[in-house]
């Protein structure tokens, strides 16, 4: 039951997705080919819709939400992750949009509305609020997060590698729960 139905809606998940059972993953969430959810992971496309795109990976206690359609914010705010994204350990993220190739250091907050584009390095424990966009190409740290500098070409070929680690793992994990 760790995958779930709400209100007609059922998680949609791509070719060789791996969710580890202990994660919960429920209503309109479509998740892309090659990605991983860890354990103790929540996922609620409840009240709004989430898209992650291929072979990203949301580590282990990380929240993923959305904000609903109301008076105060009438189409409210989606969850969009792009593609090659590592999100780390106990990240939030609240309504916003994330770009492809794009890393999140552990225990980071991402606020409603908020915006990071393309390959971009969040450092751990930042706080990015509401409507703020993060430019692509540089490292920000902090709360609020603030620029620090523009990424290293060693730092940008980091995305891909993180997000390649990242599949082959969860094929191990997917093999090993398969053969039990």
């Not at 929540?42 to 795109?53: F, T």
């Not at 993060?134 to 995305?159: I, M, N």
């Amino acid at each position: 039951m760790h995958i779930r139905e709400y209100q007609g809606k059922r998680p949609q998940l791509g070719k060789a997705v791996f969710v580890d059972p202990s994660a919960v993953v429920l209503g309109d969430v479509e998740i892309g080919d090659d990605s991983s959810v860890w354990p103790l992971t929540v996922i609620r496309g409840d009240m709004n819709h989430i898209r992650i795109g291929r072979c990203s990976s949301i580590q282990d206690g990380s929240v993923l939400h959305i904000t609903h359609a109301g008076p105060f914010n009438p189409d409210g705010f989606p969850l969009i992750i792009g593609d090659e994204v590592t999100v780390g350990h106990q990240v939030t993220l609240h309504g916003c949009r994330i770009g492809n190739r794009v890393l999140i250091g552990m225990g980071s907050l991402i606020m409603d509305g908020a915006m990071v584009e393309d390959e971009v390095v969040i450092g751990a424990g930042s706080l990015v609020p509401p409507g703020k966009t993060l430019q692509s190409g540089y490292l920000y740290v902090g709360r609020p997060a603030k620029q620090v500098r523009p990424l290293t070409d060693k730092e940008r070929h980091f995305f891909s590698y993180s997000a390649d680690n990242y599949r082959k793992l969860k094929d191990t994990h997917m093999q090993e729960s398969w053969s039990e």
